[in-house]
């Protein structure tokens, strides 16, 4: 049942943030970028702190594990937002999906220049077998790259900060509970985007033309995305660790290309599809462990 739990609850969080692709691009429509995140964390840490607090489960930060929290809070959702939504401006959310899922690829190399594990044959392979899927997404033989190259380049920042988080995320003693872990990511990460914002958005305040899907989009991002699908994935993250849980992020594409042919109309072709498949396909191979007998 426990292990029912896991997976239904791991599942659920990678449906709403292949969702959250879809609910930014039309959020977008309305708020610039630095302004929809900082609106986000805003909205998520008054949910999580009223939340924390009327349920009795608010904890207060030790004076050593400081550094722990501002640096996943850096990584994601600073350094992550900053890559993903700007991406997602020059990037349609289908490929934007693809590139996200390819964290669990990238995770054993940063392990092996900052740790020095070995990275495995299966782990190389499922490498170059999605960065092909990957070129297959982006680009076309008629029109070249179908991608804006510096929304990939923002888009793969996004993966690298995403992969820092995790490994910040277990240095975080389990005695925090998940709740207060998301609730002061987000407090910390508004305390980046707020000078963020004056700089880059404030003067644009005055000229925002709001339509009532982006606001829809908005609170949806907020409740589900900022919230509900973090908690899930940090619950789970605690419970089976990172490497187990990231494989899953290989759903991540499929749903989203659904969801946006579905949703978006956005137009994905034969050969898109088939690249998706083949990110998804080395993602798995990645995950492979080859026993010696």
Known sequence: MQQLKLYGAIIVAMLIWSFSFIWTRMAILSFPPVTLITLRLLFASLLLFFFSYFT????????????????????????????????????????????????????????????????????????????????????????????????IILLFLAVFSAICYTTVLRKISTEYNILNVILYQSIFG????????????????STLHLSLKSIIAFFLLVIFASVIAFVLFAWVVRKIGVSRTNVFINLIPVFTAL??????????????????LIVVGGLFVSQIRLRKQ
């Open 259 to 276: 969801f946006s042919f579905l949703l978006l109309d956005e137009n994905i072709n034969f050969i898109q599809w088939c690249g998706i």
């Open 190 to 205: 508004l305390c980046f985007f707020l000078p963020t914002f004056f700089v880059v958005d404030l003067p644009k305040v």
């Open 56 to 151: 009795g489960k608010s904890q207060k930060i030790k004076k050593n594990d400081l550094k722990w929290f501002i640096l996943l809070a850096f990584f994601e959702p600073y350094m992550y937002y900053m890559g993903e939504t700007y991406g997602l401006t020059l990037v349609d959310a289908t490929t934007t999906s693809v590139i996200i899922s390819t964290i669990p690829l990238f995770a054993p190399m940063l392990a092996f220049i900052i740790l020095r594990e070995k990275i495995s044959l299966s782990n190389m392979t499922g490498i170059v077998i999605s960065l092909a899927g990957v070129f297959m997404v982006v680009y076309q033989p008629q029109h070249g790259f179908s991608a804006n190259p510096f929304g």
